[in-house]
């Protein structure tokens, strides 16, 4: 996952600040992604929910 990902709040570029990953009771482990769109908005969401950048523009 690259740096740079799509907001999934107001949908503009967004910069990764932060990520970590939290263990669960069922499952796998879900990485949470700090972000901070242009719009200048700081918001936690799955990395799952942030789509990449790159990924978005492509198509």
């Known amino acids: 996952?690259?740096?740079?990902?799509i907001c999934p709040e107001c949908h503009q570029?967004?910069?990764?600040?932060?990520r970590f990953t939290l263990t669960t009771p069922s499952g796998p482990?879900?990485?949470?992604?700090?972000i901070r769109?242009?719009?200048?908005?700081t918001v936690l969401v799955t990395?799952?929910?942030a789509p990449d950048y790159a990924l978005?523009?492509?198509g």
């Open 37 to 41: 769109c242009s719009g200048l908005l």
């Open 13 to 18: 570029t967004a910069t990764v600040v932060g």
């Open 29 to 34: 482990p879900v990485e949470y992604l700090r």
């Open 47 to 49: 990395a799952d929910e």
């Open 56 to 58: 978005a523009s492509a």
């Open 1 to 5: 996952m690259t740096d740079t990902v």
